[in-house]
């Protein structure tokens, strides 16, 4: 009998979810409640019928929910679109999530680096991910919720140009525990390629927090590095693709009295990802940006952001627009968590 079955919790259906044997909800909900995707009670379990109406079935179709997407349901936009797939990656707490949410509260807000908001199929998603940080749900600090997913989801937004061009921005948000899994094993990068491939810009972030941090630093400045590394060894990430690599939180690295040493670092650290973006790809920067800065920081909400969304949404790979699930084999002795994101990743075109 599953842990949940003996809790007597209802089970959830999402593949993946690993809710009913730890009690985690993959969507990052606590004890599940409120989570959009249907559960059905566990087996035996008589408090509600088992033919729920809302489950999902076979003879459905599946519109968006407007939830995160799953990397099967992109299909559809990368199809009938020349979509833009942004890969945002980095380490726990880098603040990939947060520039996400920086994005949509300023394309929400009116004209963004000459784009307007058209339509999202994950404007829930949106709404969900930034409600921690906002006044209203009165956090004493603005906060964003750890993501808990070691699937790729996506975030979706669809951009009206000035002229009236249509584009399709597909952003990923996974937990940084998966990027931690590639750097910790090489084998675990080979198995990222079906959505990195695809990617027409990946965006590493540095968590600027470590990188003030004098013991964390040096941890923080070659994990990113390892990272790189890794997914070009597995030949998951392309030369060709651009390769944007963010100072983030750049609000608690800013020149003050007393971080000169701190300002010193993070110029080591621009100069070395420099070197090596020269190196090893066609099209590398590096710059600074702080999606949320502290409460009376010098910066701007958003800062650096602008000119780097900016890129994505004119970025210009039509070679690469094809939908991407690839063929990539599971990894022996891996937990079934991982193994499950690996099939995923994996999953045969049909
Ligand atoms: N000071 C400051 N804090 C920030 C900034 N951006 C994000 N944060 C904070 O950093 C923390 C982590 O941000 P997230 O966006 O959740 O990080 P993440 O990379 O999505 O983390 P995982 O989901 O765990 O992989 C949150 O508490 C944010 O409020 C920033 O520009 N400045
Ligand atoms: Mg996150």
């Known amino acids: 009998m599953s842990d949940a079955e003996t809790r007597g919790l209802r089970r959830c259906v999402e593949p993946g979810c690993t809710f009913d044997t730890d009690g985690v909800c993959l969507e990052g909900f606590s004890e599940a409640k409120g989570c959009p995707y249907k559960s059905q009670p566990a087996e035996g379990d008589t ?14 179709i599946l519109l968006p929910d407007g939830y995160e997407l799953s990397l099967e349901s992109t299909a559809g936009i990368t199809r009938a679109t020349e979509a833009k797939v942004i890969v945002v990656a980095g380490e726990s707490a880098a603040g990939k999530t947060t520039l996400l949410t920086c994005i949509f509260e ?8 000459g784009q307007q908001f058209a339509w999202s199929d994950t404007v829930l998603a949106f709404e969900r991910a930034c409600y921690p940080s906002r006044i209203s749900s009165e956090a004493e600090q603005p906060e964003t919720e750890r993501t808990k997913r070691l699937i790729p989801r996506f975030f979706h937004l669809q951009l009206k140009s000035e002229a009236g061009k249509l584009t399709d921005l597909l952003l990923t948000d996974m937990s940084g525990e998966v990027y931690r899994r590639v750097v910790d094993n090489q084998e675990n990068a080979t198995s990222l390629g079906g959505f990195i491939r695809r ?31 890794a997914l070009l060894q597995a030949q998951v990430l392309s030369k060709m693709c651009p390769v944007r690599v963010l100072i983030a939180k750049y609000d608690l690295l800013v020149p003050e009295q007393d971080n000169e040493n701190t300002v010193k670092f993070i110029e080591y650290v621009e100069a070395e990802y420099k070197r090596f973006g020269t190196e090893h790809f066609s099209d590398f920067k590096v710059s600074r940006i702080s999606s949320r800065p502290k409460e009376n920081s010098s910066l701007d909400y958003g800062f650096g952001v602008e000119p780097l969304f900016s890129e994505w949404v004119t970025a210009d790979r039509p070679e690469l627009n094809v939908d991407f699930l690839a063929d990539v084999k599971e990894l022996p002795n891996e937990r079934e968590s991982i193994n499950y994101l690996w099939r995923q990743l994996g999953r045969q075109k049909e």
């Open 199 to 229: 990617a027409d810009c990946f965006v590493l972030l540095l968590d600027g927090k470590r990188l003030a941090s004098q013991e964390l630093r040096q941890d923080g400045f070659r994990r990113g590095l390892l990272l790189l590394e």
């Open 106 to 113: 300023h394309i929400s807000e009116g004209v963004y680096a």
């Open 47 to 60: 408090s509600e019928s088992v033919t729920d109406s809302n489950a999902p079935s076979d003879n459905w």
